[in-house]
């Protein structure tokens, strides 16, 4: 599971692939988002509570309110931790290595897993700034049309 959804394995070029969400009716409004280039999270609107949260979901976790919307991030960060990942055979991921898989706070206060890039390993420091960006259709040949936006972050 990625940020709460199920992944699909997708065939490219006779390999599967296991790094793609699966977009359902709920999800389409943060790919489509994504799509443009927009970060999209959740508020609450309860009285008392107006908490921001990421991965999206159809009710605040903080109190289970479902009087929730859509708001555009600012799509600044903090690195919060990482790894760097050296070995991974799974298609794409294998012609990433390394790659930093990480967690970073949003500026609107959610944290978020992710992938930093841009920015080696010996780089990467907590609390470093961070700005979205988002892979889009570059990996395996895939046309970009066919595999959806993904958010990663670059030092700001």
Same mark, same amino acid.
């Given at each position: =599971?990625?940020?709460?959804?199920? #992944?699909?394995?997708?065939?490219?070029? $006779?390999?599967?692939?296991?790094? *793609?969400?699966?977009?359902?009716?709920?999800?389409?409004?943060? +790919?489509? @988002?994504?799509? !443009?280039?927009?970060? #999209?999270?959740?508020?609450?609107?309860?009285? $008392?509570?107006? @908490?921001?949260?990421?991965?999206?979901? !159809?009710f605040c976790p903080h109190c289970w309110s479902e009087d929730v919307v859509w708001e555009t991030a600012s $799509?600044?960060?903090? #690195?919060?931790? +990482?790894?760097?990942?050296? *070995?991974?055979?799974?298609?794409?991921?294998?012609?990433? *290595?390394p790659y930093a898989a990480a967690v970073v706070d949003l500026a609107e206060g959610p944290r978020m897993m992710?992938?930093?890039?841009?920015?080696? %390993?010996?780089?990467?420091?907590?609390? =470093?700034? #961070?700005?979205?960006?988002?892979?889009? $259709?570059?990996? %395996?040949?895939?046309?970009?049309?066919? !595999?959806? @936006?993904?958010?990663?972050?670059?030092?700001?």
């Amino acid at each position: =599971m990625v940020a709460g959804r199920r #992944l699909r394995a997708v065939p490219v070029s $006779g390999a599967a692939r296991f790094d *793609l969400p699966r977009t359902d009716a709920f999800t389409r409004t943060y +790919w489509d @988002a994504a799509a !443009e280039g927009r970060l #999209l999270i959740r508020r609450c609107r309860a009285d $008392g509570c107006g @908490a921001a949260h990421h991965y999206p979901r !159809e009710f605040c976790p903080h109190c289970w309110s479902e009087d929730v919307v859509w708001e555009t991030a600012s $799509g600044l960060a903090t #690195l919060y931790t +990482w790894s760097v990942v050296h *070995l991974n055979d799974l298609p794409p991921f294998r012609d990433r *290595l390394p790659y930093a898989a990480a967690v970073v706070d949003l500026a609107e206060g959610p944290r978020m897993m992710t992938e930093v890039i841009d920015c080696a %390993a010996r780089g990467l420091r907590i609390g =470093m700034p #961070l700005r979205v960006d988002f892979r889009r $259709g570059a990996d %395996a040949g895939t046309p970009p049309e066919d !595999e959806p @936006a993904i958010p990663v972050f670059r030092p700001a």
